[in-house]
């Protein structure tokens, strides 16, 4: 099947029971056994649930992989793949993370033996001199939050398995999407998303879910989140798997009206520097070009009054950005991440990443595009 029939159809069928085109919602914790240990498929729904299941077919399915997991978040979905590793094993990262999973890296699995090297994975070879003989997980971010990163993911994957062979690659895959790029095609072994953000598309769920091929892998991630038992719920499964059935023509429109803003930015004379990959001043624009079907909704972008009063300024006043955490829903949000999704992270750090007070990250969602350049201009020119 092609990905736009994938998302609808990927790893689903009709329910056995009642032929129910969408999988009902099974409201329950436990299943009955005619014998002990002779059941139906299901003992607990901390182990598995019918309508988890569903989903974690279809996310199999629109990853190109063959085991899907739905998890509480998206970074109890982080937490499952650090388990996999023992203390004094390393891990690679980029140096431009999403907060959260800065704090779990700095802040909880450091204490616990894990030790973290940071990298500008720009340049493969940072990436590859960095790789020691205690690394064991090479973690990738791309398009990266906030500033618009790019990594090549198969150049990367290539070297780091040219040098030892079982290091995992895993790679958050949240702002492209499945539509945009597909991570275990490009050679990686793990891939994570916030399921809270464009697969679900409706800000109206919390949820995580890896994706990965290989059937050892599949079973430790299993084993490590039934032990822990950080499972979505079924009802935030059903809406998981409702939303991911229009994302392909949401991500369309999400990409029309993210190209627009960014160009739109690009040329206003109240902005510094605008980041978005399908801009062709974009520093990585070629490998976006080479790894993505299309650029996505994120845009960051820089004010040239650099004080933190303009950029308060222009968050208060946008009308249809709602200023918010999160992204990736049919709405158009708008995020100041040094004091909201990055706050998590030292100052001293946040600078260095390029995070200053000037940042403004937008979620371009899915409204009609004049109404959104008409905000933002009202609002840039207050």
């Known amino acids: 099947m092609k990905f736009n029939t994938k998302t609808i159809h990927g790893g689903q069928n009709p329910e056995e029971t009642t032929g129910a085109v969408m999988p009902p919602v099974f409201m329950t914790s436990t299943y009955a056994q005619s014998s002990p240990g002779v059941h139906k498929g299901y003992e607990y729904s901390r182990g598995g649930n019918p309508t988890r299941t569903a989903l974690e077919d279809n996310l199999a399915a629109i990853e190109n992989g063959t085991h899907g997991f739905a998890f509480a978040s998206g970074l109890a979905a982080i937490d499952c793949v650090l388990r996999t590793l023992n203390p ?5 990262a980029g140096d431009d993370l999403y907060g959260g999973t800065y704090r779990m890296f700095t802040r909880l699995f450091k204490k616990y033996g894990l030790e973290f090297t940071h990298v500008d994975m720009n340049s493969v070879d940072n990436i590859s001199n960095a790789i020691t003989e205690r690394t064991k997980l090479v973690w990738i971010e791309t398009p990266t939050n906030p ?4 990594a090549d993911i198969e150049a990367i994957c290539s070297v780091v398995k040219d040098v030892n062979s079982s290091i995992l690659v895993a790679v958050d895959n949240t702002f492209a999407t499945p539509y945009l790029q597909q991570p275990l095609t490009l050679g990686a072994d793990i891939v994570m998303h916030s399921v809270t953000k464009y697969l679900g598309g409706h800000s109206d769920l919390v949820m995580g879910a890896l994706v990965v091929k290989d059937k050892e ?5 299993h084993f490590i989140q039934f032990a822990a038992g950080a499972i979505a719920s079924p009802m935030d499964s059903f809406l998981a798997l409702r939303g991911i059935k229009t994302l392909h023509i949401r991500m369309q429109r999400h990409c029309e009206n993210g190209r627009a803003v960014a160009n739109f930015l ?3 004379p109240k902005v510094g520097a605008v980041y978005y990959p399908g801009l062709e001043s974009h520093p990585n624009y070629d490998i976006a070009k080479k790894q993505m079907k299309d650029f996505g909704g994120m845009v960051s972008f820089r004010l040239k009054d650099e004080s933190k009063e303009a950029a308060f300024k222009f968050l208060e006043s946008t009308q249809i950005f709602t200023l918010a955490e999160s992204l990736g829903g049919v709405e158009s949000l708008v995020n100041h991440s040094a004091t909201m999704t990055h706050a998590s992270i030292p100052e001293k750090e946040r600078l260095k990443m390029g995070i200053t007070d000037a940042l403004i990250r937008l979620s371009v969602g899915i409204e009609d595009v004049d ?3 008409a905000d933002l201009d009202s609002a840039l020119n207050l």
């Open 88 to 92: 004094g094993d390393e891990i690679i």
């Open 147 to 150: 500033l618009m990163k790019i």
């Open 217 to 221: 892998l599949a079973e430790e991630i």
């Open 266 to 268: 690009e040329n206003h």
């Open 371 to 373: 109404d959104l350049l």
